[in-house]
Nanobody, 115 residues
């Protein structure tokens, strides 16, 4: 059974930092490309950052220079380090695993940025 479990969400201060984790099971993690997406209430789910199986990364322009995606294959886990948080980063953050047309989603973790 495939499971993706996000953690690390919560309340962050503007200008502060949070680190999200997504731990997977039931997938051969090293061969999967991994994404972080986010969705604000009433909005669409947007791609935030990607890391492929080789470790190459891409970011949405709104988070470039502030967020860092990384992966630890030995722990089947992908991370999203979020620095210099802004109120507009408030959303539910989801991780997604992709391989050969297969997609698996986590259930999300809520990040709220507020003073």
């Amino acid at each position: 059974q495939v499971q993706l479990v996000e953690s690390g969400g919560g309340l962050g201060q503007p200008g502060g930092s949070l680190t999200l984790s997504c731990t997977t099971s039931g997938v051969t993690f090293p061969i999967y490309d991994m994404d972080w997406h986010r969705q604000v209430q009433g909005g669409e789910r947007d791609l935030v950052a990607t890391i492929n199986s080789y470790g190459s990364t891409n970011y949405h322009h709104s988070v470039e220079g502030r967020f860092t995606i990384s992966r630890e294959n030995a722990k089947s886990t992908v991370y999203l380090q979020m620095n210099d948080l802004k109120p507009e980063d408030t959303a539910i953050y989801y991780c997604k695993a992709n391989y050969g047309g297969l997609e698996h989603w986590g259930k999300g973790t809520l990040v709220t940025v507020s003073s």
